[in-house]
């Protein structure tokens, strides 16, 4: 008797400490899933909402390795409400497609592009931009041009491209889109005058041809679009905007003078909306491999 006695308030102590260890645990496992279930009703409007980027097709496996690094950084903010779309030229095989996706948790959605690049071998580049292959003339007529049609089911968009390693998160960037056209990461210059050559006075007589006088001309830059969010249903209200978009796919001026989406979309953003409808936004982080360069690091 004089043995268990001892022993007893010990075991009580025992008893009420893993009442307690039970009980914290029971509140910590409700609290996380209350926390989780919170933010996806915050994101339950996210549905048509899209994170996209154009790729090209490969014939081993081994050449996907930057698309899927970008994949793996977009695992960290996840959102199950939210599209990840992979636009491409209709050569990613689908056993490349499967291996591709077997490779990240996030479910990705394969889309083939190729009816936009039909490119007319009647048009001549200029030789100042000789350095440049159709492929990369190809990319910057389809993120001005022709993306538009992949994603009309779609309110807002975000492009990362797959040499982009993001890293803060994403979801921010579609809240604060409900109330910008755009939003990017970083604004610069394109590179050159032989890049842009002529692009400003196309602009300038464009407006001049639709009744605007007293122009501004300014040297072509621009919002850097390896990494930028649109708002495509406020950016659809601006019919100015696509006659513009028009003429300039009209001329072959992307093809024939390797005009780049970047500065393309810098005469856009500053000639058809207000300062304040775009938004430079420093707390976009990510590394552009290609570049070697970290943005807003």
């Known amino acids: 008797m004089s043995y268990n006695n001892a022993y007893l308030p010990k075991i009580c102590i025992i008893f009420i400490i893993s009442i307690f260890a039970i009980l914290g645990l029971v ?11 919170c933010n996806y009703e915050k994101y339950k409007n996210y549905d048509k909402n899209a994170i996209v980027v154009l790729t090209r097709g490969y014939k081993t496996k081994n050449k996907y390795k930057k ?14 409400n939210i599209s990840y779309i992979i636009f491409h030229e209709g050569n990613i095989a689908t056993e490349h497609q499967k291996y591709i996706q077997n490779k990240t948790k996030i479910p990705l959605q394969f889309i083939n592009v190729k009816d936009s690049f ?22 910057c007529n389809f993120w001005f041009s022709e993306f538009w049609k992949y994603v009309d089911g779609y309110d807002k ?9 993001y890293m803060s998160d994403y979801n921010i960037i579609f809240e604060q889109l409900d109330n910008k056209v755009s939003i990017y990461g970083h604004y610069q210059n394109d590179g050159g005058n032989h890049c842009t050559k002529g692009l400003n006075k196309f602009t300038q007589n464009f407006l001049k041809m639709s ?13 850097y679009t390896n990494v930028i969010g649109f708002n495509v249903n406020k950016l659809k209200t601006n019919d100015l905007l696509f006659e513009y978009i028009k003429a300039v796919k009209e001329s072959n ?13 810098g005469e856009a953003l500053y000639y058809f909306f207000k300062t304040d409808d775009h938004l430079l936004l420093n707390t976009i982080k990510y590394f552009h491999e290609s570049h070697g360069r970290m943005i807003n690091g």
């Open 118 to 139: 039909n490119f007319d071998n009647t048009i001549k580049f200029d030789p100042d931009t000789r350095d440049f292959n159709l492929g990369y003339r190809n990319m």
């Open 27 to 37: 509140a910590f496992i409700l609290h996380f899933t209350q926390n989780k279930s």
């Open 211 to 223: 009744g605007f006088d007293n122009i501004k001309s300014r040297t072509p830059s621009g919002p």
């Open 67 to 80: 698309l899927l690094t970008r994949n793996k950084h977009l695992e960290k903010y996840f959102n199950r």
């Open 253 to 265: 001026n992307i093809y024939i003078y390797r005009w780049g989406d970047l500065p393309l979309w």
């Open 157 to 165: 968009i975000l492009r990362i491209d797959e040499d982009c390693n």
